[in-house]
């Protein structure tokens, strides 16, 4: 690239820079940098949010192998029982 289309190319990004600069943009840029430290500052991280998700899904799981333990305890008592002094004993 000539050095005189370099120039027309640093001239026409520096105009719409100073446009878009007139339209206002350049207060989003407070706004997005506002709402982005919020966000950093008062949402949890992905990481944490995973590590907080495995630890309950592992407790509800633990707590539905015990159900079922129990359930299958109170099946072989009562098949026990049944076959100690059903109807037919």
């Given at each position: 690239?000539?050095?005189?289309?370099?120039?027309?190319?640093?001239?026409?990004?520096?105009?719409?820079v100073e446009a878009l600069?007139?339209?206002?943009?350049?207060r989003w840029n407070y706004?997005?940098?506002?709402?982005?430290?919020?966000?950093?500052?008062?949402?949890?991280?992905?990481?944490?949010?995973?590590?907080?998700?495995?630890?309950?899904?592992?407790?509800?799981?633990?707590?539905?192998?015990?159900?079922?333990?129990?359930?299958?305890?109170?099946?072989?008592?009562?098949?026990?029982?049944?076959?100690?002094?059903?109807?037919?004993?």
């Open positions: 690239m000539s050095s005189t289309s370099r120039a027309w190319v640093v001239a026409a990004t520096m105009g719409a600069k007139d339209q206002g943009i350049c706004t997005l940098r506002s709402l982005h430290q919020h966000a950093k500052n008062h949402l949890r991280s992905a990481s944490q949010t995973r590590m907080l998700s495995s630890q309950s899904s592992a407790a509800v799981r633990n707590q539905l192998r015990e159900e079922k333990a129990k359930q299958s305890e109170e099946s072989l008592r009562t098949v026990m029982y049944l076959s100690c002094w059903g109807p037919n004993n």
